[in-house]
Every structure is written in structure tokens, then in C-alpha cells.
């Protein structure tokens, strides 16, 4: 599917204009070689420098990944820079082009202190080198392949993990190059903290390292493969949690487990099966063997976190929701089990309480919350989502269960933002809709429902009780009119009819759709002004509001703000950031530094209990209601 | 069966013998009381104090059992003292009761230092407690079950292993008594060494608290179930290793595994198969749960503790015979996984090198070798055997690669030392025998080849050189003459005939049975002349030496001399120990203390190998012959 990209070069440059026709999916950078446009890429395009940095002009600005985060900084992600190497094209764009940086912008991370605004230096823990490790020849000898082993790099023999053992008879003597041996340290400890050897292997396979990052969803599940030395992101895949066919919402799923050993197994099983399928994916993708494979950081609410680890989540579903345990957990893969290196770190971040949970923590971590002496508010839009608010001062917390409905499930005809998904909709005297890819519509994902939402409140065809006009239609532009239906007992509006772009059957919302959209909302609003009122700051004093979830590249913010979901704040106040609670568990996962300022997070992290709340249930039933507009 | 019972009682008594015919396996004191004799048993009869004790007059005296070792000590045990509650009655006996002991004696083990000669205080790391866990009652608590149970109990979250979680919100809420936890401190540190907490159970269990010792030979496997707060052995089994269906011996298996980690993993199954069916056994037998079992030692030579670990032993099979590993590892029960309390601790005892194993260190242990000035030697007799050579001063071990013929595999008519098997057979005109159980033959153990060869000797049937005189059996006893015999090809001797003592089945000894025994007693007495040799120490310089090994309740010293499984020492300086490694094990079971120790020891041992030896071949042909007598 061909796009155009156009590139605004420097001052000066012959040609400061030009346009390019490009295939969906290409990056900027190779795009921009490709048509002979000169953009600096000091570290060959791989996300290590900040030299092919450009700034969007037109066209959506995708969430930042996590090497923009860390090499451009807040500042300049927030002006609309992103790497050209790290972003491809998807839709019709406008770029400009940065000048040309001094040498010295060029640095090797993980070598220094990282040069971005987050101030993160590329630390994983993990360390690989390659040693040759003398064997006895002579039979008297009062020694072992494992002290043979642990002297060579300087730790105990019981530091060295049991499946290591098996094979390291052989690696020892295989090559004669040596092996390489693969270490973590834990957290941001002192030079002397207790080295784990996590593998061994025959000859150099120093350069192979790579890592996880793993958003456990209760409705999605997003594995990204990072390089470990560079951050690069190699691969990523998301999909439906296939816990959800035992309950979509969390409370469903705890009753499925509810004191029962075989479903609560199920429950394990299925998400454990699930990562599994998305190494083998990353794996395929990237040419990278699961071997290489040393971390993994995990994210999650607290029941999908207890499922994981196959601990009972029954009391976290009754008052007053207790989780079973919320210390930051590091466990070998075999155990899960994994099927990465055997005995690779698996690093599950702290919980703070029932409902509020690693990713509300991985959230906090990525957005800065707690470092600003500005107020600001941060929210997770997920099936579990959660408010946050906070400053240097304090951070407080509460759960927002919005339900499956913007990640596109129990949505008549929703789906996830994957290829096909209608993830744009203007709506003038008719219904305009933009699909992922650029391909056929297939259904309507949650960026979509809100614009879709949003068009339909302003052009009068939904009231702000959420009721499709079906009685009023007459009174709408002739194209709306004939979308507006019943069919049978249910009032629908026909998004698309079959053939209209694209469409191979019928897309509608019906009156359903606009209820779980409402209830979704409604939990997210009522979050946010429970943890206003608790911390009794009116919402002018809320400098930013960071919107979170995994919505792909695209979330309108005026959208956002006409259906209600976040407070009618000035949109430049307004900042859609992405996967953010992805993002916190990729910051973790490249640096340990990160990892242990999550566990000083979580416990600032202050939770309000909203169900407990006096005041809750008519801030929710207010919150349901769409704004009078 | 029934089998008489003589009991010597105190000078002064009405009735200073008393003669009782009991069935066998009742214990000494059972049937004392059954039968109206007064022996004071102030602890009831559980091991506890030395007040029921009584002295071997005529009969075999038992090997000690690790409450013999613990109560009276070395001196005691070797004048032959046991306790009367250890032990029971299998052939007919005379024993002496002790005097009345005063009040003092009497003292709960576990409590205070140890009474017995060893010095070992029982502390078996093992600790159970009542605690109340309080919980929160309001939502907006920042806790977590976990963080409760571990403030009540005075230890970190991370301490609690992961399979503890599982369960541990509905113990927590089950019973207002509270939950009982168990936790286990390794070794014999300070203090304010790390807790593990290896259980959490609902309600008041701190009565239960047992552990296993477990002797894993090449040929056979012992499992013994011990209370750890008294010491009283509750159960025992023994099997053949079910590994020997891929190779009898040590090199075969290793050859088995060889590069092949299919058949490295069905060796490991099988192994931790038999474990298991041992754990549901002794839990049968004693009606302890499996649950309550929270510490196993492991002993066994060093292709068995790779074996059961699941790392390639190929390497200990090659030149230089490099073990993988050494130290002294614990793992979770889970791992292996043995199903007993899935984070209870499986210690396995440390290696010496690849054929000197945990056994060859437990049985050092066991027998105190590096404690004494005096020069002792130990021999563990066993498929894969080790002798040791030792005093305070110095600490030299070999092994002794008997095969498995003296466990009674490998022989026509071999059997294990169970019920039916001929464990004792004398020899004048005709061959007089001597069951297990007092039952019908069923085949010949261990000691009773040993005697049987012996007598053979004695008698002529065979010669220096181990061949059945066939053609001089004229010159024989015509009882005995009668039992020489060529079958085909094959000298065969015939032990019994059937019908002979209710044998349903001819019993025979083969000339190969003959050969079997040459080169296991072969291998063993050229170890020991071997380490005499190294040590440079003339054999008259040998203060004691200690035979262990599975016998069962009888090995005859004088027969071990008469064959030349060790050398001919004066016999009261020759001492059976019965099986010393298993011992050593529950010393290690019952005694933190007595683990640590085994580190020290297994860091003094210094390995012999024989086979890098100029001088081994000659001495090994030279010891596969018979005395001459």
C-alpha cells in the first residue's frame, strides 16, 4: 500500500522539498535514503543515536518508542521529534529534517550516561564474556567443571543456576575458543552485588543479547524483543489474552478461578501458553534463538500478575481485595516456565494494592509522574486501566475498570488495532473513516470508537444520554439519516455498508456498543475526579494529562475530550503517550537503575479505593452521561 | 515366626532369665513388656533416652540404628549396647538389661546438647511455629497477605518460596487458630541466618515435622523417614535402582546417557520415580503426610547425584573423570521434583571427585575416621564402593568398584537382603543355612555369599583360585560331594536342593557366581592395600577397621576376613557398621551442625585414583585370589 512522505530537508538544501511515494511500514530513514534524501544515521539506524531525528509537520505523531524516549528526551518527543530509524510510515506524513549534530551527540549507551531527557543509562544487568576455562588433565585432580567454571569469572559455584549444569560438561570442552558466560546482576546495587550466571555457551555468542518487555493485559497481551545493548526494538506482537474466553473482566475470570486448583491452571496455562507463542513470533521475526533470550520485565494488573505466577486471586476479588503478595519478584524462566534461556531473570514489577497493579506502576515509572514539581494526571486506558496523580509532593492512585470496550472487544463489531481496523472516523454530512494499513475495513478499534462517538454526539445522531435517534432522524443530513435504524428491537447506526471502502459486510455500532462505550468512560472520568477530590485540587491546577493504552499510533485527543473520557482540559494540556505501562516495563527491562526506582515508586504510590468512597457512586453515574457539548 | 527371646534381667530379681518366645520383627522392649519383664523406658519407648537399653549376650548384634549412635555413642554401641525400642527380634537372642538409669539421663534431644558419644545435638534447621496473621479489614490498606505473614514471623517477603503463595490466602482465612509455618535455616551459622519459610499450613501442625534420608547406590536405594524432633526412624524401604534396567554397573549407564539427553532424562525419571514411590510408602506405612516431610539429605556416589540432578555424567566416565559439580547443593523438593512439601529442602551432600561421592563423605561422617588419632580405615561395600584410610591427621579415600554382586545382583540365584534371603550359612559335613524373616528360601544375599564362600574355602569345594573342584570332589564329604556338580558347560554348586530347608526352587552357587564375588572383593581389598600403600602405613599400624554396607542386620567378620574381602586384622579390631552412608545422612537430617561438617570433611578428603596408579594392576590380580588359608 503506497503512501506519500514528504521531507522537509535543511535550509540551503537544492531541494528543501521532497516528495516521496513510499510502501506502508517502510521507516522514515530508509524511505528517505532510499529516494536519495540525505539524513545523517551516525549509528547505522539503530536507534543508539539521535543524528536522523525528525519533527513532524503534518500527519499523526506516533507515541514515542522507548529509544525516543531515551535519546530525544521528553523535551523533543513532546515538540513532535521522533527517530526516523525507529518510525515508519503508515499514513500520509510531513517531516522536516534535523540539522546535522557534532560528533559528540554520537554515543555508545550502556558505554556512558544516556544522553536523553529521561536521563537513562542502558544498564539490563546482563553481562556476557567469553572465557576459557581450564579443565584438569591429569586424574588426582580435586576439582569440578563448575569451580573450574565459577574461578574463571570470580563467582561461587552455587551463584550459577541448576540447568546451567546439564550442558556445561560439554560446552567446556566443545570449542576452543572458550564459552560464553551470561551474568545478571540485580537492581541498581553496588559493583559488588551477587552475580547469577543465567547461561553458558559454547564459543562467542557475545554479541547475541536480547531481552522482553511484557504488558500482560486482562483483554491484550504485548511481548516487544529489545536488543539489550543498543534498546533496539526488534520485534513486537500483541493479541487477545486467551484467558478471556473464562470472563472477559477481571472479576469474571476471578470467579472462574475462585477456589478451584484445575481452572485457576487453566487460567495459568493459557497466558503462559500465550508468551510462549510470542517468543517463538519475535523469534521468527528477528532471527534471534529464544537461547539468547537473558530478561524478560513483566507488567500486569495484580490478578493478571497472581494468574501468571499461578497464585489463587479469589481474596483479590473480595473485600477488601488483598493481593497475595506485591514485592517486585525475580524468577528463572524455567519456572513459568518460559521457554527462553532456562534460567533467564524473569522480573515481575511491585503492585500497590487488589486493582491497582504492576502496570499502574510501569505507567508512573514511564510518564515521570513522581519526578515533576507540576501536578499531572495519568491515564491507563486498558479493560483495567487505572487514574493516577501526582507530583514530586505526593502520588496517588485508584483503579478505572473500563471494561474490554476500547480495546474493541464486546463491541458488535470491534476488533484490536491491528491491520483493517477503522481506527479514524470524521463525521461531516457523512461518515469518514481511515483504516490500519490502509486496507479494507474489518471492524472498528477503540481509537475509532471514540472519534467514531465523538462525530456522532456532534452531528446530533446520539444525545448525551447515549440514545441513537432513531425517532429523530429526520432531522439529520439525508447520508446519516439512512445509517440511523432499527432492526428488530436494536437501534443501530451503519457505520459502513458492504462495499463502502472497501467494507466486504457491513460494519454497524449498535445501542450496546454505545452503552459499554459509556460504562468505560464512565469508570475513567469518575477516576479521575474521585482522585481530585481526594486530593481537593481543582482540575485547572493539573498542568498535563497523559493518555495511555495501547491504541496503536493513533488517539484523538479532541475525540477524547467530546465523549467525556478525560476532563475538558485546553488540548495543548492534553498528550496521548503511547503504551505507556509497554514503555515502563521497557525502561526496566534495559536498566536495572529503572527497575529500582519501580519498587521506590510503588511504595509512594498512595491508593484510593473507590468502591470504599461515600462519594463514588454518583461521580460515576455523572461520569456516564456524555458532556452537553 | 515365631523366635526365642532371652532376657538377663538385674542381679537381685526373682527371675534372672526369663525366656520368651515372640513373633519376629517385635521390638526387644514390646515384647519384654508383652511378656512381664520390667525395662524401663522413661521416654516411652522413642528413642529419646538411653533408659531402655539392653547388651548383646548371644545372637547377632544389629547394626546400630542413628538413635543408637545419638544415645549411647561409640563405646557403648561397640561393647554391644543398643536400645531396646530400636530394635527387633529376627533370630533368637540373648540380651542383659541395663541397670536403672537416674533421672538425669533422661532429656528430651532437640532441646539442649546431645547425650550420646557422637556429640550431636538434633537440630535439624526445621522450625515450626503458630503464628496469628493479622489482616486488613479496610480497602484502602497498602499490604499484601505475603507482607503480613512475613512481618508476623519476622522475615523478608522474598524468603517465602513462590509454591507457598498458591495456597496462602485461604490458609490465612481458613482457621482462627491461625496458620503454622515452617521455616529452615541452613547450616550451623549464626543466629540471624536467612529463614527460608518452606511451608504455611492452616490451623495448629507443629506436632508434624519429618524428614527423609536417602541413600541412592547404583544397585540399591534406601529411603528412611525420620521424626526430626526426636529422631525416631518411623520407616524404611529399600529397592533395587530401576536405572539398572540400562546398565548394571556405573560405566554402562554413563555409557547409556552418553551425549543423549533422551536417555540422560529417562535415567533421571527413574530415579525420582523410585524416590516418589519410596515417599508413598513410608507415608503409607507411618501415616505421615507427605506434606509434613520438609527436609531430604541425599547421599550417593557421583553419577547418581548427577543422575538424579539431570546433568550429563559423560565426562565423570572419561578420563579425567571431572565431576560437574561438587558442592553442597539445596534445592526445592519442586525441582527434582520429589513429592514431599514442594519447597521443603533437598540437601545434597558434597562430591569428592568423580568416583568418590556423597556416600564415601557420609560414611566418613558417619564414622567419625577424621576425628580420632588412631588410624582407621572404612569400607563402604557397594556396587561402586569407597574405602577410606584416616585420622585426625590426614583424610585419603578411593574408590572401590565391587560391582553389584555382594547386593546380590549379577548372581544366579542373588537376591537383595530381604525376607527369605539366605543371609547366614555355615558349612561342616553338609551346608547349614540361615534365612531373612526365618522364612523359605527364596535366594542368597550379600552376607550370605560371603559366608558360603568362606565355608566353600574351608571345605575345599573350591580352591585359591575360586574354581569348583568338580574333579577333585571325591576327596569331599560325601554330603557335600553330592552338591558339586557340572551342569553342561557350567561347575555349579548346589546349595540347596529343593524341598531343603521349604527351598520350593533349587538354589545354586555358579562358577561365574564365584568369579563375581573374586573381582568385588578384588576391587575392595586392593583399594584398601592401595591407600595403605600411598599412606606408606604398614597394615598392623590400622587401629579399627570399619566395614559398611548394606547387609542388613548380619555380616560375618570372620568370613570377610576368611574370603579376603579385607585383610586378615585381628578380628576384634574389625567392626560391621551396617550401612554407614545412610547413616551419615540422617545425621545430616537431623543436624545442621553435622551438615556443615560434611563440607569440612569433604574438603579433607584427598582422592586416590587407582587406575592412574603404576602399581594398581598387580595389586588388584594379586587381590582377586583367595587366601590361602
Redesign the interface.
Known amino acids: 500500500m503506497p503512501v506519500s512522505l514528504v521531507i522537509l530537508t535543511q535550509p540551503g538544501d537544492a531541494r528543501p522539498r521532497r516528495v516521496l511515494t513510499v510502501a506502508a511500514g517502510t521507516s522514515i530513514l530508509t524511505a528517505a535514503h532510499d529516494g536519495g534524501v540525505d539524513v545523517t544515521a551516525t549509528c547505522g539506524g539503530r536507534g543508539r543515536c539521535t543524528s536522523c531525528r525528525v519533527k513532524f509537520i503534518e500527519g499523526t505523531i506516533p507515541p514515542p518508542t522507548i529509544m525516543d524516549e531515551i535519546q530525544l528526551g521528553d523535551d523533543l518527543v513532546r515538540e513532535g521529534y521522533r527517530l526516523s530509524c525507529q518510525c515508519t510510515v503508515t499514513e500520509p506524513i510531513t517531516v522536516q529534517v534535523a540539522p546535522p549534530l557534532d560528533e559528540q551527540a554520537f554515543q555508545i549507551l550502556g558505554a556512558g550516561p544516556g544522553v536523553g531527557g529521561l536521563g537513562v543509562r542502558i544498564d539490563a544487568g546482563i553481562a556476557k564474556e567469553l572465557v576459557k576455562v581450564s579443565?584438569?588433565?591429569?586424574?588426582?585432580?580435586?576439582?569440578?567443571?563448575?569451580?573450574q567454571l565459577a574461578a574463571a569469572i570470580g563467582v561461587a559455584?552455587?551463584s550459577v543456576g541448576?540447568s546451567v549444569?546439564?550442558?556445561?560438561?560439554?560446552a567446556l570442552?566443545d570449542d576452543p575458543a572458550g564459552v560464553t558466560v551470561t551474568t545478571f546482576v540485580s537492581g541498581s546495587g553496588p559493583a559488588g552485588a551477587a552475580r547469577t550466571v543465567v547461561a553458558v555457551e559454547r564459543g562467542d555468542t557475545t554479541a547475541m543479547k536480547f531481552g522482553l518487555a511484557i504488558d500482560v493485559g486482562t483483554t491484550s497481551v504485548v511481548t516487544t524483543l529489545i536488543e539489550l545493548e543498543s534498546g533496539e526494538q526488534l520485534a513486537s506482537v500483541s493479541s487477545l489474552n486467551p484467558q478471556a474466553v473464562f470472563g472477559g473482566d477481571l472479576m469474571s475470570r476471578i470467579a472462574f478461578a475462585q477456589?478451584n486448583p484445575t481452572n485457576?491452571r487453566k487460567l495459568q496455562t493459557r497466558i503462559v501458553g500465550l508468551l510462549n507463542q510470542h517468543v517463538a513470533e519475535v523469534c521468527r521475526t528477528s532471527g534471534v534463538l529464544p537461547k539468547w533470550i537473558y530478561k524478560a520485565v513483566v507488567v500486569g494488573n495484580t490478578c493478571m500478575h497472581h494468574l501468571l505466577?499461578?497464585?489463587?486471586p479469589?481474596?483479590v476479588g473480595l473485600?477488601?481485595?488483598?493481593?497475595?503478595?506485591?514485592?517486585a519478584?525475580v524468577?528463572p524462566a524455567r519456572?513459568l516456565p518460559l521457554k527462553i534461556a532456562p534460567e533467564a531473570r524473569v522480573c515481575l514489577l511491585p503492585?500497590?494494592?487488589g486493582f491497582v497493579g504492576a502496570d499502574a506502576v510501569a505507567v508512573a515509572l514511564a510518564t515521570r509522574l513522581a519526578d515533576s514539581p507540576a501536578l499531572r494526571v495519568a491515564v491507563d486506558i486498558g479493560t483495567n486501566g487505572e487514574v493516577l496523580l501526582g507530583s514530586r509532593e505526593r502520588l496517588l492512585a485508584c483503579s478505572a475498570p473500563a471494561g474490554p470496550a476500547l480495546e474493541g472487544a464486546q463491541i458488535r463489531h470491534g476488533m484490536r488495532g491491528a491491520q483493517g481496523a477503522i481506527d479514524k472516523v470524521t463525521i461531516d454530512h457523512d461518515v469518514h473513516i481511515h483504516t490500519i494499513g490502509e486496507t479494507p475495513a474489518l471492524g472498528i478499534c477503540g481509537s475509532g470508537l471514540i472519534d467514531l462517538l465523538a462525530g456522532l454526539l456532534a452531528a446530533g445522531v446520539i444525545d448525551w444520554t447515549g440514545l441513537i435517534q432513531v425517532e429523530a432522524r429526520d432531522s439529520l443530513p439525508p447520508a446519516l439519516r439512512g445509517r440511523v435504524a432499527m432492526r428488530g428491537e436494536e437501534r443501530v447506526f451503519v457505520v459502513l455498508r458492504p462495499g463502502e471502502a472497501g467494507a466486504r459486510a457491513e460494519i454497524v455500532l449498535t445501542q450496546d456498543d454505545v452503552r459499554q462505550v459509556q460504562l468505560a468512560k464512565g469508570a475513567i472520568a469518575s477516576g479521575i475526579a474521585m482522585l481530585l477530590h481526594v486530593a481537593a485540587v481543582p482540575l485547572e491546577r493539573v498542568e498535563e494529562l497523559l493518555l495511555a493504552g495501547g491504541f496503536g499510533n493513533y488517539l484523538s485527543i479532541l475525540s477524547a475530550i467530546r465523549i467525556g473520557l478525560i476532563p475538558a482540559l485546553p488540548v495543548g494540556r492534553v498528550r496521548y503517550v503511547g503504551n505507556a505501562a509497554s514503555l515502563g516495563a521497557q525502561l526496566c527491562l534495559l536498566s536495572e537503575a529503572e527497575r529500582a526506582r519501580a519498587d521506590t515508586i510503588a511504595s509512594r504510590i498512595?491508593?484510593?479505593?473507590l468502591?470504599?468512597h461515600p462519594d463514588f457512586e454518583q461521580l460515576f453515574v455523572d461520569a456516564m452521561n456524555f458532556p452537553r457539548g
Chains 1, 2 share one sequence.
Do not use: C, K, N, W
Request: aromatic letters at 4%; glycine letters at 4%.
Open positions: 579443565l584438569p588433565r591429569e586424574e588426582h585432580h580435586q576439582t569440578s567443571d563448575l569451580e559455584p552455587e541448576p549444569l546439564a550442558g556445561l560438561p560439554q570442552r477456589f485457576l505466577l499461578g497464585i489463587d479469589s481474596h473485600a477488601p481485595y488483598a493481593p497475595v503478595m506485591r514485592h519478584a524468577l519456572e503492585l500497590v494494592a498512595e491508593h484510593v479505593s468502591a470504599a
